[in-house]
């Protein structure tokens, strides 16, 4: 059974609660995720009551697209689709018309205005349902983490890593492999960083050769049915010394920390804190300068953030990355990520990989 239907019928209850009788949707991801459609143009008309209908609109490229993926709906083609919608709203007598304002731009609401009347502002209602995942957006995720995972395997394994070769190079073959284990693609521009260069939190992959000795970071995801996985290992080339080893072993224990803080009630600010109060305890707080982690899912972004500014609290069956690192200017950085769902009792892993330190 598609997880759509039930997806708009929670919009619905949402519309009520906000005393609207229709919202005009016109991100094309929350598109997505209220329809299971694809393509690269489209907004939804949804009703507050079932008996009326909620119409969706593409243009005539993705006539044959729309019939496949959205078979459900009454379908309008036309363009520009929120203006369509926006007279369909109007036409079909909707008093309070809710609208994305997050996504709309000023002049965008302007030439909504000449069309509709009663448009209220009302961001983020997708947002907020996007942020406990179904059963379908976990499989899509687990799906991702795997493609990853076994990238990964598959790199280290046929000596994808070693001295001599670029971080570019190491970031090309592991985006290949993500498609050969059924990606569609990268789900952000992988982080390859070498050396010094693992010091760098968002270090873009350069022509730099890794050398023996190198810690290497990997930040990396696969892109599966629009879900996003995010995974950081950091590695060893060759020997570890001492001091790698150690900076290694804080961060896992932070991040084991982080992970256990991950439970239903839990404030997003306190599992930030749990994790960072390792790496404040051991004298370096200023050198993990970035949040904890982030909500994943049709964006590689989303909410709720882990971190000393975030707001909220965690609910089961959001997925959220768990990110920590320590990084040591000029010398080397260590940062290590799961992608997990929250769970009752515990998280569950969504990115298998090991992450005992792996020297190759
Ligand atoms: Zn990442
Ligand atoms: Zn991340």
Same mark, same amino acid.
């Given at each position: 059974?598609?997880?759509?239907?039930?997806?708009?019928a929670a919009?619905?209850?949402?519309?009520? @609660?906000?005393?609207?009788d229709?919202?005009?949707?016109?991100?094309?991801?929350?598109?997505?995720? !209220?329809?299971?459609?694809? =393509?690269?143009?489209?907004?939804?008309?949804?009703?507050?009551?079932?008996?009326?209908?909620t119409v969706? $609109?593409?243009?005539?490229?993705?006539?044959a697209?729309a019939?496949?993926?959205?078979p #459900?709906?009454?379908?309008?083609?036309?363009?520009? $689709?929120?203006?369509a !919608?926006?007279?369909?709203?109007?036409?079909?007598?909707?008093?309070?018309v809710?609208?994305?304002?997050?996504?709309?731009?000023?002049?965008?609401?302007?030439?909504? @205005?000449?069309?509709?009347?009663g448009?209220?502002?009302?961001?983020?209602?997708?947002?907020?349902l996007?942020?406990?995942?179904?059963?379908? &957006?976990?499989?899509?995720?687990?799906?991702? $983490?795997?493609?990853?995972?076994?990238?990964?395997?598959?790199?280290?394994e046929?000596?994808?890593?070693?001295a001599?070769?670029?971080?570019?190079?190491? /970031?090309?073959? !592991?985006?290949?492999?993500?498609?050969?284990?059924?990606? /569609?693609?990268?789900?952000?521009?992988?982080?390859?960083?070498? =050396?010094p260069?693992?010091?760098?939190?968002?270090?873009?992959?350069t #022509? /730099?050769?890794?050398?023996?000795?190198?810690?290497v970071?990997?930040?990396?995801?696969?892109?599966? #049915?629009?879900?996003?996985?995010?995974?950081?290992?950091?590695?060893?080339? =060759?020997?570890?010394?001492?001091?790698?080893?150690?900076?290694?072993?804080?961060?896992?224990?932070s991040?084991?920390?982080?992970r256990?803080? !991950?439970?239903?009630?839990? #404030?997003?600010?306190?599992?930030?804190?749990?994790?960072?109060?390792?790496?404040?305890?051991?004298?370096?707080?200023p050198?993990?300068?970035?949040?904890?982690?982030?909500?994943?899912?049709?964006?590689?972004? &989303?909410a709720p953030?882990?971190?000393?500014?975030?707001?909220?609290? +965690?609910?089961? =069956?959001?997925?959220?990355?768990?990110?920590?690192?320590?990084? +040591?200017?000029?010398?080397?950085?260590?940062?290590?990520?799961?992608?997990?769902?929250?769970? &009752?009792?515990?998280?569950?892993?969504l990115?298998?990989?090991?992450?005992?330190?792996?020297?190759?």
């Amino acid at each position: 059974m598609p997880p759509h239907a039930p997806r708009r019928a929670a919009l619905r209850a949402m519309l009520v @609660e906000q005393d609207l009788d229709a919202l005009l949707v016109t991100d094309l991801v929350n598109v997505r995720y !209220l329809t299971g459609f694809t =393509g690269s143009n489209a907004a939804l008309l949804v009703a507050a009551d079932p008996q009326r209908s909620t119409v969706f $609109c593409t243009d005539g490229r993705y006539l044959a697209q729309a019939e496949a993926q959205v078979p #459900d709906l009454e379908r309008v083609i036309d363009r520009p $689709c929120d203006l369509a !919608l926006a007279a369909r709203a109007a036409k079909d007598g909707h008093g309070r018309v809710g609208f994305e304002g997050q996504h709309v731009t000023v002049d965008g609401l302007a030439a909504l @205005e000449q069309v509709v009347e009663g448009l209220v502002g009302a961001s983020g209602l997708v947002e907020r349902l996007r942020l406990v995942k179904d059963d379908a &957006e976990v499989e899509a995720l687990r799906m991702a $983490c795997a493609a990853a995972d076994r990238a990964l395997a598959d790199l280290v394994e046929h000596g994808g890593l070693r001295a001599g070769r670029t971080e570019k190079e190491v /970031a090309r073959e !592991l985006e290949g492999r993500m498609l050969d284990h059924g990606a /569609a693609g990268p789900s952000f521009d992988s982080i390859v960083a070498a =050396g010094p260069h693992s010091a760098i939190p968002h270090h873009e992959p350069t #022509d /730099a050769v890794l050398k023996a000795g190198d810690l290497v970071k990997l930040d990396f995801g696969a892109l599966v #049915d629009g879900y996003h996985s995010d995974m950081t290992r950091t590695l060893v080339l =060759g020997k570890a010394a001492d001091w790698q080893r150690d900076l290694y072993d804080l961060v896992l224990r932070s991040q084991a920390a982080g992970r256990a803080a !991950l439970l239903p009630d839990a #404030d997003v600010r306190a599992v930030d804190a749990a994790s960072r109060q390792v790496i404040v305890d051991a004298g370096y707080g200023p050198r993990f300068p970035h949040g904890l982690g982030h909500g994943v899912g049709l964006r590689i972004h &989303e909410a709720p953030a882990l971190s000393k500014s975030g707001e909220g609290t +965690l609910s089961a =069956g959001m997925a959220v990355t768990v990110e920590p690192g320590v990084y +040591l200017s000029g010398k080397g950085g260590v940062r290590i990520e799961d992608t997990l769902v929250v769970r &009752e009792s515990a998280p569950e892993l969504l990115t298998l990989t090991t992450k005992e330190l792996v020297v190759v």
